[in-house]
Nanobody, 121 residues
Framework: QVQLVESGGGLVQAGGSLRLSCAAS????????MGWFRQTPGNAREFIAS????????YYADSVKGRFTISRDNAKNTVHLQMRSLKPEDTAIYYC??????????????WGQGTQVSVSS
């Protein structure tokens, strides 16, 4: 089993930045692929970004490409999502996910509890 805990969410003005972190514990060898998703009320969970074990392959949704950057530190079992030029439409609960397979958009076996990001206009 893998446990994932997100942190770094909060309230920010449009145009601002936030850095989300996700700490993995347990069977961390099962975190080959790690990803970030977001969800707003009444909508399906949306893929944002993913990264493979080495960090050499990253993928982004078109809606965040050029503004968000995913990275990971395997020594600390963490993955980060640097968010810049935030827009009100980025407001959502952000979830971290992990899977032992080389998936991109999913499905992911493990999920965190989520962290709220709110962007004011």
């Amino acid at each position: 089993q893998v446990q994932l805990v997100e942190s770094g969410g909060g309230l920010v003005q449009a145009g601002g930045s936030l850095r989300l972190s996700c700490a993995a514990s347990g069977r961390t060898s099962d975190t080959y692929a790690m990803g970030w998703f977001r969800q707003t009320p009444g909508n399906a969970r949306e893929f944002i970004a993913s990264i493979n074990w080495s960090g050499g392959s990253t993928y982004y949704a078109d809606s965040v490409k050029g503004r968000f950057t995913i990275s990971r530190d395997n020594a600390k079992n963490t993955v980060h999502l640097q968010m810049r030029s935030l827009k009100p439409e980025d407001t959502a609960i952000y979830y971290c996910a992990a899977d032992p397979r080389p998936v991109v958009v999913g499905p992911y076996a493990y999920w965190g509890q989520g962290t709220q990001v709110s962007v004011s206009s």
